[in-house]
């Protein structure tokens, strides 16, 4: 099957997020994707990536949520749109999974945060297994994939071909313009999606913004660790690949022995 991976501007508003998102929805389809997944926090947006940010409340994120689905069922593909999201003990980072008819699957939460965010978002605490048109998938979200390779392995561990990873890193003001996508000389992001897909025999597929000055590509990697696509930097866009999910066997996943790590308990 096909996937895809966005790569969008920092929206200025949640209209404008959803207008992007649209555009982006629709060239994927066009190129007969089965699902698109899009950048951690893409709606509301970043944070401190908005001149002005709007206020938001749990009905105006619903109907944003509302307006994916419409626009999913729509163009026949499914979405992965990582948004805000208020739970019971805060504001949550999450990824909603909604099918190509528009229906909310769920969604997984980011339980890895950042030092940097505690004071923007809580922690979630559960993991899921997705499954769009035969496609079985997790997700791991910007720091826990990068920093938490066993975010990965658990998805993998439990029937996942491949994990989506929403994220963010990069800037719209400063910073170099990379040009090679996995140089030694790169921030290591991308040798760690490398490794994500390596050590779990599965795919692995990431999504950055189209930002100025980008520290990693929005990346679609195969179970042998090669590249089969990637957003070229400071653009934005669309990537697709077609995925051979008999490739994605989960292989030295399912040799990881945890018995052999009970750390003396």
Same mark, same amino acid.
């Given at each position: 099957m096909k996937i895809?991976?966005?790569?969008?501007?920092?929206?200025?508003?949640?209209?404008?997020?959803?207008?992007? &998102?649209?555009?982006?929805?629709?060239?994927? &389809?066009e190129q007969q994707a089965g699902i698109i997944?899009?950048?951690?926090?893409?709606?509301p947006g970043y944070p401190g990536m908005i001149a002005e940010p709007e206020a938001k409340s749990p009905a105006i994120l619903q109907q944003a949520l509302d307006k994916v689905?419409?626009?999913?069922s729509a163009n026949n593909i499914a979405v992965i749109m990582p948004m805000d999201w208020y739970g019971d003990e805060g504001l949550l980072n999450i990824a909603h999974?909604?099918?190509? +008819?528009?229906?909310?699957?769920?969604?997984?939460?980011?339980?890895?945060?950042?030092?940097?965010?505690?004071?923007?978002?809580?922690?979630?605490?559960?993991?899921?297994?997705?499954e769009v048109n035969g496609l079985r998938f997790g997700i791991t979200i910007?720091?826990?994939?990068?920093?938490?390779?066993?975010?990965?392995?658990?998805?993998?561990?439990?029937?996942?071909q491949i994990v989506f990873h929403p994220h963010f890193s990069g800037s719209n003001t400063?910073?170099?313009?990379? +040009?090679?996508?996995?140089?030694?000389?790169?921030?290591y992001y991308e040798k760690a999606m490398m490794m994500r897909a390596?050590?779990?025999?599965?795919?692995?597929?990431?999504?950055?913004?189209?930002?100025?000055?980008?520290?990693?590509?929005?990346?679609i990697i195969a179970p042998d660790g090669k590249c089969l696509a990637w957003q070229k930097y400071g653009t934005t866009g669309v990537i697709?690949?077609?995925?051979?999910?008999?490739?994605?066997?989960?292989?030295?996943?399912?040799?990881?022995?945890?018995?052999?790590?009970?750390?003396?308990?």
């Open positions: 895809a991976i966005a790569s969008p501007p920092f929206p200025q508003s949640i209209n404008d997020a959803l207008n992007q &998102a649209e555009k982006l929805i629709q060239e994927a &389809a997944c899009f950048p951690e926090s893409y709606i689905c419409t626009i999913a999974v909604v099918s190509n +008819k528009g229906e909310v699957l769920g969604y997984q939460t980011k339980n890895q945060l950042d030092p940097t965010e505690d004071n923007i978002w809580v922690p979630g605490t559960r993991r899921q297994i997705f910007c720091h826990e994939g990068f920093r938490y390779p066993e975010s990965v392995r658990w998805a993998a561990r439990n029937g996942a400063h910073g170099e313009l990379l +040009k090679e996508w996995g140089s030694m000389n790169n921030p390596l050590e779990n025999t599965i795919y692995f597929a990431s999504s950055n913004y189209g930002s100025l000055y980008p520290e990693s590509a929005s990346s697709v690949a077609d995925i051979d999910l008999e490739r994605a066997t989960g292989l030295l996943a399912k040799r990881f022995k945890p018995q052999l790590y009970n750390y003396g308990q």
